[in-house]
């Protein structure tokens, strides 16, 4: 069975972005190793999971990038969640069709090691809400942005309680990366090129939200 994980690079008073503002400060914290753990991730996965807002950007941008990152989103398959697109979607990508949740529990269950979603919105919630979600790793950097919705803003406590802080590393002291697994799991290993320090702390409250606002 494969893991789904859920990446986000968060403020440190935990807004998710929605804004250019937000992404042109986060940016210059990119630091080479927050690069590698950012690249080291994309390869991980069989597949991504995205809503119609991440699709939509992501299918026009990364097709005219070049490199061995580009190569790889470009390649690997896809899976979206929309009510509004059609098939054929183009960029290797497959429509997810009927009963979203039912259909990504499905992929779950085939053969291979895990599927990634970058952004959180609607169907975030949605796998949360059918307890599909076993990993959310959260990039926090050092700035505060104010406005901008957070990853369990609704329902936070509900979420969290399923899930404890696993793993913490510094990105030489400038974007820790902190992983949270599900109750009685282990998280998948994170980079093994920095120093790190594990914790078995339920957590409680509102988690930081995600990077990308994800729309069906």
């Not at 190793?33 to 991504?48: G, N, R």
């Not at 990364?62 to 690997?76: E, F, I, L, V």
């Not at 919105?121 to 076993?134: A, P, Q, R, S, Y």
């Not at 700035?143 to 696993?166: L, M, N």
Request: glycine share 6%.
């Amino acid at each position: 069975m494969r893991k789904i994980i859920v990446e986000a690079e968060v403020s440190i008073d935990g807004a998710m972005g929605g804004d250019p503002n937000f992404f042109q400060q986060i940016f210059p914290f990119h630091s080479a190793d927050v690069t590698e753990y950012l690249s080291d991730l994309l390869f991980m996965p069989d597949a991504l999971l995205m809503g119609q807002q991440t699709y939509t950007f992501f299918a026009q941008v990364w097709p005219t990038r070049q490199g061995k990152d580009a190569d790889r989103m470009n390649s690997m398959p896809k899976y979206v969640a929309s009510r509004t697109l059609k098939e054929p979607l183009h960029w290797n990508t497959t429509l997810i069709q009927g009963d979203v949740a039912e259909e990504i529990r499905k992929l779950k269950q085939a053969s291979g090691t895990s599927l990634l979603q970058y952004g959180v919105g609607e169907l975030t919630h949605t796998l949360l809400k059918h307890g599909l979600v076993d990993e959310i790793r959260l990039l926090v950097f050092p700035f505060s942005f104010g406005a901008g919705p957070r990853i369990f803003e609704q329902k936070g406590r509900h979420y969290a309680e399923a899930f404890r802080h696993q793993d913490v590393q510094f990105r030489r002291r400038r974007a820790p990366l902190s992983a949270f697994g599900k109750q009685h799991e282990e998280v998948t290993s994170l980079s093994r090129t920095s120093a790190h320090c594990t914790t078995s702390a339920k957590t409680h409250g509102h988690m930081p939200h995600q990077k990308a606002v994800d729309s069906r």
